[in-house]
């Protein structure tokens, strides 16, 4: 199936340091979704973004809607032990068959 | 507002069997998606119902099915099941309209086919 493209696949970081995040396409997206998955559940909806060139922030987390409308970015400030899981990005499109396409992760772990 | 509900969360099934898979959206939402996580494919796209009738379908084969029934409440079955069906199966629920698709998902069923 369809994916986007997500990098880093991993990051290992220091408990405090800066994350970023980020998803491309060659799709035009009419939204971009964040969203943290722990192990053994559904992933959990950070941060949604409706407008090209949108910039959200929630809490330690701020995203951005690319002005091409072909790439998200998400970065976590100051991060904490609690922030180790997989992040992904989701897309919708209206075209083709899929409704929300998604990413293929970022693994991130942070080191007390 | 209760969040997304699936049951079971756990099933083993063995090769040949059937599997009903159950999702309660929440409350006012009337879009249900359904999708297959596997380490190596990651999160794809099953198939999404909306007024009980599927209104987008992804690229799996015909084993896979669903329905939504007048609550919005979704099932999805698989016949057949084969040792790569094996993943957790994730249900998505939405309002429906520009600006509202924001998909919120379940915990998962993770099958199991021995």
């Known amino acids: 199936g369809q994916q986007l493209n997500q990098s880093p696949q991993s990051m290992f970081i220091q408990e405090g340091e800066d994350v970023s995040m980020n998803c491309t396409s060659s799709?035009?997206?009419?939204?971009w979704l964040w969203y943290k998955q722990e192990p053994g559940e559904g992933p959990v909806l950070l941060i949604a973004?409706?407008?090209?060139?949108e910039l959200t922030s929630n809490g330690r987390l701020t995203a951005q809607f690319g002005i091409t409308r072909k790439d998200s970015f998400l970065n976590i400030s100051a991060s904490i032990p609690s922030d180790v899981g997989i992040y992904f990005c989701?897309?919708?499109?209206?075209?083709?068959?899929?409704?929300?396409?998604f990413g293929t992760g970022t693994r991130l772990k942070v080191l007390a | 507002k209760a969040g997304v509900t699936q049951t079971p969360r756990y099933l083993i099934k063995t090769r040949g069997q059937q599997v009903t898979l159950s999702c309660s959206p929440i409350?006012?939402?009337?879009?249900v998606s359904w999708y297959q996580q596997t380490p190596g494919q990651g999160l794809q796209f099953l198939f999404e119902?909306?007024?009980?009738?599927?209104?987008n379908k992804g690229n799996f084969p015909g084993r896979f099915s669903g329905r939504q029934f007048s609550n919005s409440r979704s099932e999805m079955n698989v016949s057949t099941l084969e040792l790569g069906d094996s993943a957790l199966y994730l249900c998505?629920?939405?309002?429906?309209?520009?600006?509202?698709?924001?998909?919120?998902f379940g915990p998962g069923t993770r099958l199991l086919v021995l």
């Open positions: 998505a629920s939405s309002l429906v309209g520009p600006g509202q698709e924001t998909q919120y």
């Open positions: 799709s035009i997206f009419n939204t």
């Open positions: 973004l409706y407008k090209a060139g």
């Open positions: 989701a897309g919708q499109t209206t075209s083709g068959t899929y409704k929300y396409i």
């Open positions: 409350s006012g939402h009337r879009s």
């Open positions: 119902y909306f007024s009980e009738t599927q209104r």
